[in-house]
């Protein structure tokens, strides 16, 4: 499994950034293009996007991978 996705504010905008990455995999002007996109890679790679508010707080949390949470019956 690869590592997770956050999504962050960045100077004027909002960056998608891979865990322990030095830089972003891209840069929106708005939360919600940078969620988008966000999205789309962390299903494309099966990991759990983070969601972060301008004071950097987790403000949710989306698994589109191996989710630890999930228990088999």
């Known amino acids: 499994m690869g590592t997770n996705l956050h999504v962050v504010p960045h100077l004027d905008g909002w960056d998608v950034i891979y865990e322990g990455a030095r830089y972003a995999e891209s840069h929106h002007a708005t939360q919600e293009e940078a ?5 789309t890679a962390a299903r494309r790679k099966h990991v759990e996007l983070l969601i972060h508010g ?3 707080q987790i ?3 989306n698994s589109f991978g191996h ?4 228990v088999a019956g």
Request: net charge positive; no cysteine; glycine share 14%.
């Open 35 to 39: 969620i988008a996109a966000g999205t």
């Open 54 to 56: 301008r004071d950097g």
């Open 59 to 61: 403000r949710s949390r």
């Open 67 to 70: 989710d630890p949470r999930a």
